[in-house]
């Protein structure tokens, strides 16, 4: 099974941006679709956005489409997540979560789907 790692999570004003990474280690990255999710405090963790292993479907929560953007460089064994025009009801503890998968076109968006999680990277937005 793949290792998950996120990264880039920080302090940053609202209408500000970020960028997350997640590095994949311990399989090979292109068999997996990829996930991210967010969790704050009090509250269920909650769907962000997710890619197919081949990259060409993507598909984004309600609260995030439009700002957030969601990719892959399996060059790089990584997966990312450009967060654009952040408020302060984005502030959570974002987690990129891996699900290998022999179809190279879907995406799951429950994270009961995945079986692979990173141990998370937070991010705070400051009003």
């Known amino acids: 099974q793949v290792q998950l790692v996120e990264s880039g999570g920080g302090l940053v004003q609202a209408g500000g941006s970020l960028r997350l990474s997640c590095l994949a280690s311990g399989d090979s990255w292109n068999r997996y679709m990829l996930g991210w999710f967010r969790q704050a405090p009090g509250k269920e963790r909650e769907f962000v956005a997710t890619?197919?292993?081949?990259?060409?479907?993507?598909y984004y929560g309600d609260s995030v489409r439009g700002r957030f953007t969601i990719s892959r460089d399996d060059a790089k064994n990584s997966g990312y997540l450009q967060m654009n025009g952040l408020k302060s009801e984005d502030t959570a503890l974002y987690y990129c979560?891996?699900?290998?998968?022999?179809?190279?076109?879907?995406?799951?968006?429950?994270?009961?789907?995945?079986?692979?999680w990173g141990q998370g990277t937070q991010v705070t937005v400051s009003s």
């Open positions: 890619i197919s292993r081949n990259g060409a479907n993507t």
């Open positions: 979560a891996a699900r290998k998968t022999t179809y190279a076109s879907i995406y799951y968006y429950a994270d009961h789907d995945y079986n692979t």
